[in-house]
């Protein structure tokens, strides 16, 4: 996956992103901004109500809370991939090339592990409220199974990006630096 700072190294021209990067720099971002917005918008549509008008609306937490877990879920392999993880890398900046790549391989390892992990916990919870048919609490009645996809699917997300942090460090890359300015330099 490369990112849109990388130079061909044949013309030294910028390359073109893969379909991955635009797939989740564009559609997955802008589908997790519309439902971050959406929380948004519900949220101060129900303070509004509260401090104005003396009404709640029931549903207005429980969207709030679906809207949000979505919205982590599929964003937490792009920020990876944008560099926005924190990562505290002192230690390993002062080993050689060589030890450093294999903090970077066990890092990798370790990532592709939690997430493996973390889609192997999940699915059980989403099969049982499938069998279940368990709905959400408010009058939305929505089903939970469909709501608590977002761990799986995060899950898959989050193990995309370690798995490209695998091959770009046997490529000998540094999967996890910095693509901008961080920390003081802000």
């Known amino acids: 996956m490369a990112s849109a700072t990388e130079r061909d190294e044949e013309t030294g021209r910028p390359s073109r992103p893969g379909l991955w990067h ?3 720099s564009g559609l997955l971002l802008s589908g997790a901004t519309v439902l971050f917005l959406s929380a948004t918008v519900i949220m101060l ?3 509004v ?3 104005f008008l003396n009404t709640s609306y029931f549903w207005a937490e429980e969207a709030v809370r679906y809207l949000m877990v979505w919205a982590f879920f599929l964003t937490v392999g792009a920020a990876g ?3 926005h993880h924190i990562r505290t890398d002192l230690l390993v900046e002062r080993l050689g ?3 450093q790549q294999v903090c970077h391989f ?3 390892l370790t990532g592709l592990g939690f997430s493996g992990v973390l889609f ?3 699915l059980p919870q989403v099969q049982r409220y499938y069998t279940m048919g368990m709905m959400t609490e408010s009058n939305l009645d929505l089903p939970l199974w469909a709501l608590f996809l977002a761990m799986p699917i995060g899950a898959v997300l989050f193990f995309a ?3 490209s942090c695998l091959l770009r460090t046997l490529k000998g890359e540094n999967p996890f630096a910095a693509s901008g300015p961080t920390g003081s330099e802000l």
């Open 120 to 122: 192997y916990a999940s």
């Open 49 to 51: 109500g509260r401090a």
């Open 45 to 47: 549509y129900e303070a």
């Open 97 to 99: 090339r060589r030890a």
């Open 81 to 83: 991939t944008a560099g």
């Open 161 to 163: 990006y370690y798995l």
């Open 106 to 108: 066990l890092a990798s």
């Open 22 to 24: 635009r797939f989740e």
